[in-house]
């Protein structure tokens, strides 16, 4: 798909990375992470550390008591999730903030978080699924920030996103799976998790996994996360189609999702108690 070529002649902008986020991620490619810096890059912003303080402290994640610094945050959710939510908080940041977006980035959280510890329990690269997840939908925030007045009520009048691609295509002559993989590439996100993010809503609607043998694991992890959020009764029979395709084992894969499922709703009692 020449998406870069598409979006030259669009006049689409796609924002650059912000520089804490390019810092973060030199950090997070280096094998001896020194962890201690990693809590300075965070807190050297301020902002941004007290957004991901925030996030940390959710539900979503359930902490025994509230966790009051990044360096507590990273002993007790360790450097790849701190890392994520820094990543996520950041993403965010670079689109205007606006009611019509929170639904996206709420579900980018929760999404990123299920794909991240999926990934980690089928033998997927944790950060690889946790981007893809944070990724999937940020399309609708290039095109929000780039003509929010006709983008809104399209955005809001969907129901649902096979749909929204439709209309994307009509009015911007793109879509958002494909602006979420041209900033995935521009921000140098790996391969995998842009092959996630441009096919996602063709694999959540058909459940068949795209081309590329070696790119399909994210893609499943993607089609779960998917199931548990939207319909967790349908996660069997989702795991049974998307898996072989990969080449995964079905019952492992159930196995780890069921698991991540249990972490969760057990991460929300804990906070609800």
């Known amino acids: ?3 870069d070529a598409q979006l030259r002649s669009l006049n689409i902008d796609v ?6 986020l390019v810092k973060l991620s030199l950090l997070l490619a280096d094998d001896d992470m020194n962890l201690p810096a990693l809590a300075s890059l965070i807190e050297s912003d301020m902002a941004l ?11 979503l994640y359930g902490l025994a008591g509230r966790v009051q610094s990044v360096q507590q945050a990273i002993t007790y959710l360790g450097t790849r999730e701190v890392a994520a939510v820094t990543f996520e908080m950041g993403l965010k940041a670079v689109f205007p903030s606006a009611p019509e977006l929170d639904p996206v980035w709420e579900r980018a959280a929760v999404r990123g978080l299920l794909m991240g510890r999926i990934g980690q329990q089928v033998d997927l690269d944790p950060w690889t699924a946790h981007s893809a997840g944070l990724f999937e939908e940020v399309g609708k925030a ?7 007045q006709r983008y809104a009520p399209m955005l809001l009048a969907s129901k649902s996103d096979e749909e929204l691609l439709f209309l994307e295509q009509q009015q911007f002559g793109v879509s958002h799976d494909a602006l979420g993989a041209a900033l995935c590439e521009s921000w140098g996100v790996a391969p995998a998790a842009v092959h996630s993010v441009r096919y996602h809503v063709v694999v959540n609607a058909t459940r068949e996994l ?3 043998e070696r790119r399909r694991g994210v ?7 998917n199931a548990l959020m939207t319909d967790p009764d349908t996660v069997d029979d989702v795991a049974r189609a998307v898996a072989p395709q990969a080449g995964m084992d079905v019952t492992m ?6 698991k991540v499922q249990q972490q969760i709703e057990a991460a929300v009692a804990r906070s609800d108690g």
């Open 1 to 3: 798909m020449p998406v």
């Open 15 to 20: 924002p650059a990375q912000p520089e804490a």
């Open 49 to 59: 550390a007290a957004a991901v303080l925030k996030a940390v402290n959710s539900s």
């Open 142 to 148: 290039v095109l929000f920030r780039h003509a929010p």
């Open 210 to 212: 795209p081309m590329q």
């Open 219 to 225: 893609c499943v992890a993607s089609a779960l996360a």
């Open 253 to 258: 894969v159930l196995r780890g999702t069921r």
